[in-house]
């Protein structure tokens, strides 16, 4: 049946046609009907008003679409090929849709600004302005009036094309014009009867079409993948994208106006080092031909910035991206952005200061309050209150309290290592390889005194000297050093010490953590160049960072890193299928042989989940002790499909990487995708398969202790939950437990 064909619907749906669809079938058959039946009554409507001879200054009408009605029925593919033809036969007829230039006379929010203040119904004849925007919509009332929306740089105002207006033969350009074109207007300000700021041109200029079919005005865009991927359309359409971004530009200026004031020098230092160091964290490696030699993207630029302090700069700062080769989750990104800074002749107690000042003045001068409320994990909001001053909790003593226990005192002894990995255990606590004490004191303070801030930023301070070997010693307690992290909602967002500046120490306290943290691929390196710097005599300074992606989220409301990055780090798109590839062309197989390679296609479908990157991690490690063969193959729907040939190999990871896991059998989908398969055996099947995975996971070790199954009956019957799965074997699987219940911590 022809999709632009209005019919009886009662009727249809007792005809042999409609029972044959598919439900899916149904229900857009259905939607389709409301739709044309919804466009034929707004269509008879503006006829009858138009019939009645419904008449004002600037006519009041209720709009339908200007002959694009048709193409909303079109899929992209046909929308694009349409639009390339016409756009290519308007060329052919002279004209010129990507003109060289545009003299617009004003901005968007300068025209609002000089003419928001005209009378309703009012023209201002003798003013002539050019403005330019991209059309958000576009609507027609009878042959001779067509309403457009404009944008550009965050403001909007309506253009009213009234052909009686237009200059010579301009008025042809109008059949041209669609959805997301950029154009130029030439014309007088006016406002319409109902008070909406608009310009009347005598001439619209194409300056850019738009080849593809915008989503609806009304549904807008939602989809994370588009929106992530193709940042420019979600930009375009989502004004709450734009204001995340100008809240990101604002805080950037902020802390640059706040150090400028203080006498602070902005500087900029090298991205790639011959070592990395200024953190601890894995680096990503590229490779400088012409010097022949393996070099690192910088994870801190804290090294150079110490030097430039050692040369006479007392106060420098640098904004700029970190990269770190490390996991992608809800609040991490490989590349970043920090602002630190070091201030000669303070010290970390100033610095605490300097932080609450300038975040809770930031707060209060971005969103004219100390509280916000940000979403907390149940999805439920938290208020968070940036009142100064900010609590402030020593690391061990407060761990201690916490847990009620005596940690060691020499926290660089195996006694210390050995309770704090048996403290680990007894609480469950999850530590992957290696388990070095800094690692074990990370895990516990993340578990148990992070996850506890939650109405007030927290200052967490005085680590062990173990645990930050670039930092000086406490005056008071040589064990500890003095540093500070700030942390909000359990996220660091600031980092700050009392910098070593004496070079013996420095040198050994490097000597000492590649001892215990020789096999951590996240642990400082000696950097002997650093150590010589410093032997020239850095002055008493302390040093302070801050993440700016963090602390964008926060005051945005955003729960994920990806939605305050204008670009975020992404899967390959390889994975998804294209819509364009043929059957043929999707069906792919291969073996992941690299530990990069295997984590990726494991991890997939995880991004979005909180708290994936734990299991992330214990997944890379033993992933990289094993000589684990991960297969893989995309099925014709483009989606992937992991390991039929070792189809446990998955499970058994998340369940040794701590993960609680429900595998879910759909046996319901099965039955009702394939009605030869009998219910009971349906049913046995599912026993059965129960009773081989235990099997095959006990026979190699694997602890079932957080394993157990569910069977997609009981969900889907009761319509909790939609299953979308191939086989057993799919890493779909996991992500479908998820939503089921599972955790994963």
Request: hydrophobic share 35%; net charge neutral.
């Amino acid at each position: 049946m022809d999709r632009s064909t209005i019919v009886d619907v009662e009727e249809f749906k007792k005809t042999d046609e409609f029972k044959n669809m598919s439900k899916n079938a149904q229900k857009d058959f259905i939607k389709n009907q409301a739709n044309l039946q919804k466009k034929a009554a707004k269509a008879a409507e503006q006829k009858a008003k138009v019939s009645a001879g419904e008449k004002s200054t600037i006519p009041k009408v209720a709009a339908v679409e200007a002959g694009e009605d048709k193409e909303e029925t079109l899929n992209p593919s046909q929308y694009f090929k349409i639009r390339e033809a016409t756009i290519e036969q308007f060329e052919q007829k002279g004209g010129n849709p990507w003109p060289h230039k545009f003299s617009a006379t004003t901005s968007l929010p300068q025209f609002i600004h000089l003419y928001e203040k005209i009378a309703d119904g009012e023209r201002l004849e003798s003013t002539v302005v050019s403005v330019a925007g991209r059309i958000g919509s576009k609507r027609t009332s009878g042959a001779h009036l067509i309403f457009y929306d404009i944008s550009a740089d965050g403001a909007k105002i309506q253009i009213i094309a009234d052909s009686r207006m237009a200059e010579g033969d301009s008025w042809g350009v109008h059949n041209l014009l669609r959805r997301g074109d950029i154009v130029g207007v030439t014309g007088i300000p006016a406002k319409s009867n109902r008070g909406e700021l608009s310009v009347m041109p005598t001439k619209c200029t194409l300056l850019s079409p738009c080849f593809h079919m915008l989503p609806s005005k009304f549904a807008g865009l939602k989809d994370k993948e588009t929106r992530y991927r193709q940042r420019y359309i979600d930009i375009m359409l989502n004004p709450t994208t734009r204001h995340i971004f100008n809240v990101r530009s604002q805080i950037i200026n902020y802390v640059r106006r706040f150090l400028d004031a203080r006498g602070f020098l902005e500087v900029e230092t090298p991205m790639m080092n011959m070592k990395p160091g200024g953190a601890a964290a894995r680096p990503f490696k590229t490779y400088h031909n012409d010097l022949d030699q393996t070099m690192f993207m910088r994870i801190a630029p804290e090294l150079y910035l110490k030097q430039l302090v050692i040369g006479g700069f007392d106060r420098v700062y640098e904004i700029g991206r970190q990269f770190r080769n490390e996991g992608i989750d809800m609040t991490h990104n490989p590349e970043f952005t920090t602002c630190e800074f070091y201030w000669a002749y303070k010290d970390y107690h100033d610095l605490m200061k300097s932080t609450e000042d300038m975040i809770s003045s930031m707060v209060k001068d971005i969103t004219g309050s100390y509280k916000i409320q940000y979403p907390k994990k149940d999805g439920t909001m938290q208020e968070v209150d940036f009142t100064p001053p900010f609590e402030r909790i020593p690391l061990v003593a407060g761990l201690e309290e916490v847990l009620n226990v005596k940690i060691p005192a020499d926290l660089f002894s195996n006694e210390a290592n050995k309770f704090l990995s048996d403290l680990c255990e007894k609480l469950d606590c999850k530590c992957p390889e290696p388990r070095t004490t800094a690692r074990l004191l990370d895990k516990l303070v993340g578990e148990y005194l992070e996850e506890k801030i939650l109405h007030k930023p927290v200052f967490i301070i005085d680590h062990p000297g173990v645990m930050s070997p670039l930092a000086k010693y406490h005056r008071d307690n040589a064990s500890l050093t003095e540093r500070f992290e700030l942390f909000i909602m359990g996220k660091e967002v600031c980092n700050s010490y009392t910098e070593l500046n004496n070079p013996l120490v420095q040198r050994r306290n490097f000597i000492d953590q590649a001892k215990v943290s020789a096999d951590d691929p996240e642990a400082q390196t000696h950097d002997e160049d650093f150590c010589t710097a410093l032997e020239y005599g850095l002055p008493p300074t302390a040093g302070w960072g801050l993440g700016i992606d963090r602390m964008t989220m926060f005051l945005t409301g955003m729960d994920n890193i990806k939605e305050v990055l204008l670009f975020p780090a992404m899967k390959p798109k390889e994975f998804s299928g294209g819509e364009e590839e043929t059957k043929e062309s999707r069906v792919r197989f291969g073996i992941a042989t690299t530990v990069d390679e295997k984590v990726s296609l494991i991890t997939r479908n995880l991004d979005e989940v909180m708290g994936a990157e734990v299991a992330v991690k214990g997944l890379r490690d033993i992933l990289t002790t094993r000589d684990l063969k991960l297969y893989w193959g995309t099925a014709t729907t483009g989606k992937p499909h992991v390991g039929y040939f070792v189809p446990m190999s998955k499970i058994a990871d998340f369940l040794r990487a701590g993960a609680q896991v429900k595998i879910l059998f759909a046996d319901l989908h099965a039955f009702l995708d394939n009605l030869k398969a009998p219910w009971e055996l349906l049913e046995h099947r599912t026993k059965y398969y129960e009773a081989v995975i235990k099997g095959m996971l006990e026979s190699i070790g694997v602890p079932l202790n957080k394993l157990t199954f569910v069977r997609g009956t009981d969900f889907q019957l009761k319509r909790e939950y939609t299953l979308d799965m191939y086989k057993l074997t799919s890493i779909v699987t996991v992500r479908n437990a998820q939503k089921a219940g599972a955790e994963v911590r």
